[in-house]
């Protein structure tokens, strides 16, 4: 997976090749897919989500510039491998997730593999966490139809937004970075496709139910 599916394409920051390298994925999927754990592709997680394609794990890592001392906001939780890989490279990591089954799972898993620097919380990310911000770097792994103002409010000056943004079908992968002046710069780094941000600053449940039919 690192050499063919990262390296060989263009992540080269050898500290998040190196962290994605020190999580089992296959700890994040359910039982009947611990063989194809580490497969180019994401995997289904239930309650209808997924578990986001090792390159775009890595991929949203790199852009992020994360360093050592970083407080990290992690939205959307999943199945926590995204997340656990992000502890790795950060001082700590809050992690929040809509759907409480997932949440209970994936704090399972920190506690078993031995993850103290990441602490979860069910509730709906597109609020952000404001007790615990600012962050230097927010990572959010569904896809919105814009950059919640929210996320911009929370993150540090020098700290990295990278969220996918668009229509449900297809989006950009974003990255807003506050400036030491408190100015933002926005680039993209091409399309991806991840399942719906829903939350009061994304889409509305209802919609994107309607959307999956
Ligand atoms: N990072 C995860 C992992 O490593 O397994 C994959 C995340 S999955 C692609 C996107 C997740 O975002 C889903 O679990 C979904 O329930 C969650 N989500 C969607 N909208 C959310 C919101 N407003 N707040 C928190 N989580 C949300």
């Known amino acids: 997976m690192i050499k ?8 080269s920051d050898p500290r ?7 999580v089992p994925r296959e700890v994040f999927v359910p039982e009947d897919l611990h063989e194809v754990a580490y497969g180019d592709g994401s995997l289904p997680i239930g309650e209808g989500q997924t578990i986001s394609q090792p390159y775009i794990v890595a991929l949203m890592l790199q852009v992020a510039e994360i360093s050592l ?3 990290v906001l992690d939205v959307g939780t999943g199945s926590g491998y995204a997340a656990a ?11 929040i997730e809509r759907h409480a089954s997932l ?4 704090q399972q898993r920190f506690v078993e593999l031995g993850y103290r620097n990441i602490t979860v919380r069910h509730g709906d990310g ?20 814009e950059i ?14 990278v969220m996918p ?9 974003v990255r807003v970075q506050r400036r030491a002046d408190n100015g933002f710069v926005e680039d993209d780094f091409g399309y991806v496709s991840f399942v719906p941000l829903i939350g009061e600053h994304g889409w509305s449940s209802t919609r994107a139910r309607n959307h999956n039919r």
């Open 148 to 161: 919640p103002q929210v996320y911009c409010r929370q993150l540090s000056r020098g700290g990295c937004l």
């Open 103 to 106: 949440i209970e799972s994936a």
């Open 165 to 173: 943004v668009g229509p449900e079908s297809h989006q950009k992968l």
């Open 69 to 71: 001392s970083d407080r």
């Open 126 to 145: 597109t609020l952000g966490w404001p007790e615990e911000a600012p962050f230097d770097a927010i990572l959010v792994a569904a896809g919105g139809p």
């Open 4 to 11: 063919e599916q990262l390296a060989a394409r263009d992540i």
């Open 85 to 95: 890989v992000a502890s790795r490279l950060a001082a700590h990591v809050y992690s």
């Open 16 to 22: 998040v090749l190196e962290a994605m390298s020190g």
